[in-house]
């Protein structure tokens, strides 16, 4: 592994600015959602509102969450749809102040929990309901300040610290009710964060320690997937929110997909998937330390990028993840809408290896739509 794992300052002593993560308490287990009355209990809420997906709605899982409400229920808003779209935030918010409830329980993906964590934003003049998340994916929103939603058409982020849910339940049930492609394919979306937190300009030995831990975790259950999946869904799910507490700035795969995906159409798992893998290879030659560790952590055969590289694809490839973006049936011709509504939201995207303006952006998005990575960039 290297040796420098964060950038000195001009006098050679390590430099950096870290403030410690805060989340929510985070329980974990085989059968967590056992522990879900005793955290109501503990966080002193009376009336709860369940969110959920349609999908999700109709599980074994989801009427297993909701038997461990029991007499708290106030109700249950099954209507979250990817994207978060803000109009069923604002029904949701006006739904749970109608039955008077205190709480909200978020059971799903990161749509579903960002509807939790808007609806909170949304009564930031008024008492703080109480907000529990259920990961039923691996992009780390139940630790995050962030919200992403989509309002009129245009995709927002709403940021506040009172929208870190009070606790979160990380039960492997939960993912296992999703179909699997849908479920390991999310785990790139904690493979992607890792990639660049480990780059990032703000990144401290701190950082680093959460992110080679998470992936240390990504290859445990990427190794137990096809023989002890509850492990793995486990493994993944802790992963999840080590890869998303650091907080530290992220780069231009994340840039990208978070125009693209909505854009698109295209899942966040598979846009994070093939943009970390693609910006991953065009960033390497500025960052061929970082990237070193990335191939220790994985146990790659190899320690230079193209090691990690490779390591990478194949847990892409493992976890059913498309190498380019026509295998997710984007079409070519649509690529220069997503760089010039990128460009129109912030400019080019800041990277360890900057991004020239439309003509760089199109480079990497090119690459992205076929999967097919060049020796030299």
């Given at each position: 592994m290297a040796e420098d794992t964060w950038s000195p300052g001009n006098d050679g002593v390590a430099a950096f600015d870290w403030a410690s993560p805060?989340?929510?308490?985070?329980?974990?287990?085989?059968?967590?959602?056992?522990?879900l009355p005793g955290l109501l209990s503990d966080l002193g809420v009376s009336r709860v509102v369940l969110v959920t997906s349609p999908s999700m709605s109709r599980s074994a899982i989801f009427g297993l969450a909701r038997e461990q409400v029991g007499d708290r229920l106030a109700g249950?808003?099954?209507?979250?749809?990817?994207?978060?779209?803000?109009?069923?935030?604002?029904?949701?918010?006006d739904s749970a102040v109608t039955r008077g409830a205190d709480c909200y329980v978020a059971i799903g993906g990161s749509s579903v929990i960002d509807a939790m964590k808007a609806a909170v934003w949304l009564d930031r003049?008024?008492?703080?309901?109480?907000?529990?998340a259920v990961p039923a994916t691996f992009g780390g929103a139940e630790v995050t300040p962030r919200a992403g939603v989509?309002?009129?058409?245009?995709?927002?982020?709403?940021?506040?610290?009172?929208?870190?849910?009070?606790?979160?339940?990380?039960?492997?049930?939960?993912?296992?009710?999703?179909?699997?492609?849908?479920?390991?394919?999310s785990v790139a979306n904690a493979l992607a964060h890792c990639v660049e937190g480990l780059a990032a300009p703000d990144r401290s030995p701190m950082s680093d320690a959460f992110y080679l831990r998470s992936l240390a975790l990504i290859q445990h259950g990427a190794r137990h997937l096809s023989g002890r999946r509850p492990v793995?869904?486990?493994?993944?799910?802790?992963?999840?929110?080590?890869?998303?507490?650091?907080r530290v700035r992220m780069s231009a795969a994340h840039a990208i997909v978070h125009t693209l995906s909505p854009l698109l159409g295209v899942s966040h798992a598979v846009a994070h998937g093939v943009l970390c893998r693609t910006v991953m290879s065009y960033t390497a030659p500025s960052v061929g330390d970082r990237h070193a560790l990335i191939a220790a952590a994985l146990d790659a055969r190899g320690t230079?990028?193209?090691?990690?590289?490779?390591?990478?694809?194949?847990?892409?490839?493992?976890?059913?993840?498309?190498?380019?973006?026509?295998?997710?049936?984007?079409?070519?011709?649509?690529?220069?809408?997503?760089?010039?509504?990128?460009?129109?939201?912030?400019?080019?995207?800041?990277n360890p290896r900057p991004v020239r303006g439309r003509e760089g952006l199109l480079r990497i998005l090119g690459h992205a739509w076929s999967g097919e990575l060049p020796a030299n960039w």
């Open positions: 805060a989340s929510g308490r985070v329980v974990a287990g085989p059968d967590a959602l056992a522990r249950v808003h099954p209507t979250v749809t990817p994207h978060t779209p803000m109009e069923d935030v604002r029904s949701l918010r003049d008024g008492a703080k309901p109480r907000a529990v989509t309002d009129s058409g245009e995709k927002t982020g709403l940021t506040s610290e009172r929208i870190v849910p009070d606790a979160v339940v990380l039960d492997p049930r939960v993912p296992a009710a999703l179909p699997p492609g849908l479920a390991h394919a793995a869904l486990g493994a993944f799910q802790a992963a999840s929110v080590l890869a998303a507490l650091p230079g990028p193209a090691a990690a590289l490779d390591r990478v694809t194949s847990l892409l490839d493992g976890l059913g993840v498309p190498r380019g973006l026509r295998d997710a049936g984007v079409r070519r011709d649509r690529l220069p809408l997503v760089a010039d509504a990128l460009l129109r939201a912030s400019g080019p995207p800041a």
